[in-house]
Each structure stands twice: as structure tokens, then as C-alpha cells.
């Protein structure tokens, strides 16, 4: 598997537990139906959880303070509920890391990456097709969005509002 953030390729620090044990030098990575168990296990270090594309927000929400990463799994490049799913996360006030985990192609890395998900990981079919630069190259060619909280600046609605303010106060028919 392949992951990477808006600036490249990255080391993991989870794993996923193999025969409920930990891979050592590694935070814990486990499924849904696992964490109360692994929360008390724990005792505080950084955990992370993989659910599925279609868990309701606040499943996850009494969560958001004892984890550390919050993996979503896309079944397919096309089905994209996870990227409401981060979304939501996002707007409830989960300020961990979000990654997504599937099949995704590198034309939606700049929409995972406005919808909230600091990280991309990829099986490795998939990154043979498209390597790391093409990702980086899909990430720069997004320089607008919808969302405000990208890091990309304003967003397209405010520069909008922006340009019709100035408009109707100059009284100019093309600002």
C-alpha cells in the first residue's frame, strides 16, 4: 500500500493488529467492532480506527478525543461516501487524522483533500498506474474550491460574493 499526504509519499506509523497483537513500533490501526476493547487495552496511547464508508458520524463522535487517526474504506474509486463521511467528521469537530483507504484515483486526491482527509492510501495496483508525482500533479491543478477549510484560500462562494459586492458598489456591469 501507497501512502501519501499533500506533500508526497509517507512513512505509516499504524498498523493493522495481526492476530490481536501489535506490530511493534507502530500505533494500533483497528476496525470498528474492535475499539472499546482496544480503547481499554490502551491506556491512552494514540489509536487509530478503519471503518467502513457508510458508519454514521456519531458512531464515532464520543470517539473523536481518543483517537489519533480515523481511517475510511472506499470499497471502489466510484463510491464516494466516504468523502461525505469526512466531511461530517470535519464539521462535528474531529481534529485527528483522516485518511482514506481504498482504490481511489489521483483526479480525487484534491476532493479528498477539500473535504477534509490529510492522507491517501492506495493499494498497490493502484499506485503502479499512478505514481506519487501524478498524485502531486492532481493536487496542483485544483487551485479553487467550494469548501473554505482547504487551504486553498477563499473559497469559490466568497470570491463570488466578493465579485458581486464590487460589482453592485461600483455599478459596473463587467467587474
Not at 513500533?25 to 491506556?43: D, N, S
Not at 483517537?67 to 463510491?79: C, M, N, Q, V
Request: aromatic share 6%; with cysteine.
Amino acid at each position: 500500500m501507497l501512502l501519501l499526504d499533500r506533500h508526497g509519499r509517507k512513512d505509516d506509523s499504524f498498523a493493522q493488529l495481526e492476530n490481536g497483537k501489535k506490530i511493534a513500533g507502530k500505533a494500533p490501526l483497528v476496525p470498528l467492532a474492535a475499539l472499546e476493547a482496544q480503547l481499554a487495552a490502551q491506556g491512552g496511547a494514540p489509536l487509530g480506527v478503519l471503518v467502513e464508508n457508510n458508519v454514521r458520524t456519531a458512531e464515532l463522535e464520543p470517539y473523536f478525543g481518543k483517537l489519533a487517526l480515523i481511517a475510511i474504506r472506499f470499497p471502489s474509486a466510484t463510491d464516494g461516501r466516504g468523502f461525505s463521511l469526512a466531511r461530517q467528521l470535519r464539521e462535528r469537530g474531529f481534529i485527528g487524522v483522516l485518511r482514506a483507504s481504498g482504490p481511489l484515483f489521483s483526479d480525487q486526491f484534491p476532493q479528498a483533500l477539500a473535504c477534509g482527509f490529510d492522507e491517501v492510501e492506495i493499494p498497490d495496483a493502484n499506485a503502479a498506474r499512478q505514481p506519487v508525482e501524478q498524485w502531486l500533479a492532481a493536487r496542483d491543478r485544483i487551485t479553487l474550491a467550494y469548501q473554505h477549510e482547504n487551504g486553498l484560500g477563499e473559497s469559490i462562494l466568497e470570491l463570488r460574493r466578493a465579485r458581486t459586492l464590487e460589482k453592485n458598489l461600483t455599478g459596473a456591469k463587467n467587474v
